[in-house]
């Protein structure tokens, strides 16, 4: 998803919306880091670490390109500390990336209510809802990151892409042709308009 590169990297351990209890910063001792990109287990299954390693280790797989990977990662921070934003957010961005649409709106959504200055939260929510068809909804958060952040290039396209979807939808471009999906068919026996022009 655009823009979540620079987003999921900058949050530190100490940051204000970071994971809670993780001011001491670094992952703690006694190893649990990844191998090869993925992360070590417990024999339990489970993946070794705190809230902030799971984090930490989540937003490396989706910096590599593997959200589903990511997403249970930050699944298991994100249901340990449900109010950080920093944790819903790259949830939120690996369940977009990996297909979850619904769920990324929800974890989207979410951050906005919790900060209704957040501008990529916005974004996020406004794209997630195109993707799930709701172009109203998109174009009203779409609308709000673009106003925030007007300089962002990717938020104004989002937005005059889901824009261009709802002016199509209400046929602002003019009526549909023939074989268009949502085209109508005259009735049989109607006539065509009539050129007055044409009496000879």
Partial sequence: MDDGQERVDGVGPAG???????????????????????????????????????????????????????????????????????????????????????AALENFRAVALADPADDYAQFGWGVAAARLGDFETSAEHLALAVAMRPEADHYRAALRQTR????????????LQPGAPGYLAPPPGAEGPVNDDASE
């Fill in 16 to 102: 204000s919306g970071g994971p809670a209890g993780a001011a001491g910063g670094g992952a703690p001792a006694g190893g649990g880091g990844p191998v090869g990109g993925i992360p070590s287990q417990s024999r339990s299954g489970e993946p070794t670490g705190d809230v902030y390693d799971w984090f930490r280790r989540g937003a490396q797989l989706l910096a590599q390109g593997h959200p589903a990977a990511a997403e249970q990662l930050l699944a298991r921070a994100a249901a340990a500390e449900p109010h950080s934003r920093s944790i819903r957010e790259a949830l939120a961005r690996a369940q977009f990336d990996a297909g979850s649409y619904a």
């Fill in 164 to 175: 261009a979807t709802l002016a199509a939808r209400a046929g602002a471009y003019g009526p």
